[in-house]
């Protein structure tokens, strides 16, 4: 939100700086005068500033996939693209819709701003829809009092803070239309139940047992979402992940 912030700020300053050239100092330079440095900056960056501000905040923006909270779906080092306008086209920065696109579906992975800082974006899946039922025990998923079965698939393990492996299961899932891993530890997770407020939704990382999401801070509100996660297009250490899609 803070570059988005700092992008339309720079935007709007160098394009106000190109207008006011075009309409007045244009007309009142002599001619073979140069033009100030400000002005044939602001000149040069403002078409590549505004392609950027309007593709980064109407289209697709990228993110850096920080933490294993999604893992095996998504691993730390990923980086992302997030499709804007899956959920409305938004006014940057106040994330006002303008034009209304759709909601989130039963698990989509979304990008959105954390209820408690919103200067910080986090990433999960949506579990629950508003006026859902949601309950979560003994590492059993319950929408609206039906379990959501999980099948195990193989044993996994991965690096925590690069010092220790850290085993766990992957399970196959199926929330709405689409089928995905989770990872289950053996040890003890967040539990709870939960009833989704209007207007509201109910997030979980897919790596159930490592992941602060929903069960810990509550629900992500519709005017706090970003955009839907759809692709991969870099990982420096696992180059086999690019192209891969989210799901």
Do not use: C
Not at 136 to 157: M, S
Not at 192 to 207: A, L, T
Not at 209 to 238: H, M, P, Q, Y
């Amino acid at each position: 939100m803070i570059f988005a912030l700092i992008l339309m700020t720079v935007t709007g300053f160098t394009g106000l700086i190109y207008l006011l050239d075009v309409l007045y100092f244009a007309k009142k330079r002599i001619k073979g005068q140069k033009e100030s440095i400000i002005i044939e900056y602001s000149k040069s960056f403002f078409p590549v500033l505004l392609a950027v501000f309007v593709i980064r905040s109407f289209i697709v923006e990228p993110f850096k996939i920080p933490s294993g909270s999604m893992m095996p779906t998504l691993v730390a080092g990923d980086f992302i693209a997030v499709n804007k306008f899956s959920y409305g086209v938004r006014f940057p920065v106040i994330n006002t819709v303008l034009i209304p696109n759709g909601m989130p579906e039963r698990g989509d992975v979304v990008v959105f701003h954390y209820p408690r800082d919103t200067s910080i974006d986090y990433i999960k899946r949506v579990v629950g829809l508003p006026g859902d039922k949601i309950k979560y025990e003994n590492k059993k998923l319950f929408i609206n009092d039906k379990l959501v079965p999980h099948v195990f698939e193989k044993n996994y393990e991965y690096m925590m803070n690069d010092n220790y492996r850290v085993p766990a299961k992957e399970f196959s899932e199926t929330l709405g239309e689409v089928s995905h891993s989770i990872l289950i530890h053996n040890v003890e997770g967040e539990s709870g139940s939960f009833v989704v407020p209007e207007g509201n939704y109910f997030v979980m990382g897919d790596n159930r047992d490592n992941s602060s999401d929903s069960r810990v801070w509550g629900f992500v509100s519709e005017d706090l979402l970003v955009g839907k996660a759809f692709i991969i297009w870099l990982n420096l250490s696992e180059p086999s992940r690019i192209g891969d899609t989210i799901k």
